[in-house]
């Protein structure tokens, strides 16, 4: 992953109402939400929701798709996938992680 593309990733999750539109998205996993379900879901107003999922998805953390007369967004794993592991391939100096349980914990 570029460096430019984890500036802007990070960016974009350095702001409350985007953080969790987000970490609600990885909860709804695959089958995603509407604009409606998570507007009500956060009490965010439509327009509020609308730019922080249009900032969402220029960073490429989430990605939507028309299903019938609604569109959908859902959590783009595979970036937030890609920027975790930038985030971590030099930690400890290359050692590995232990993991416990659900938890992963680095070595240092």
């Given at each position: 992953m570029e460096e430019q593309h984890v500036v802007?990733?990070?960016?974009?999750?350095?702001?409350?109402?985007?953080?969790?539109?987000?970490r609600l998205?990885?909860?709804?996993?695959?089958?995603?939400m509407t604009p409606g379900a998570l507007a009500e879901s956060l009490e965010l107003p439509a327009a509020t929701?609308?730019?922080?999922?249009?900032?969402?998805?220029?960073a490429g953390l989430v990605t939507q798709e028309r299903v019938s007369r609604n569109v959908v967004y859902r959590a783009s794993?595979?970036?937030m996938n890609d920027l975790l592991t930038y985030l971590?391939?030099?930690c400890?100096?290359?050692a590995e992680c232990s993991v416990e349980g659900t938890t992963t914990t680095c070595a240092c």
């Open positions: 802007r990733s990070l960016a974009a999750l350095a702001q409350t109402h985007r953080l969790r539109v987000f998205l990885v909860v709804a996993g695959q089958q995603g929701l609308s730019f922080h999922l249009k900032e969402l998805s220029h794993f595979d970036h971590t391939e030099n400890c100096q290359g």
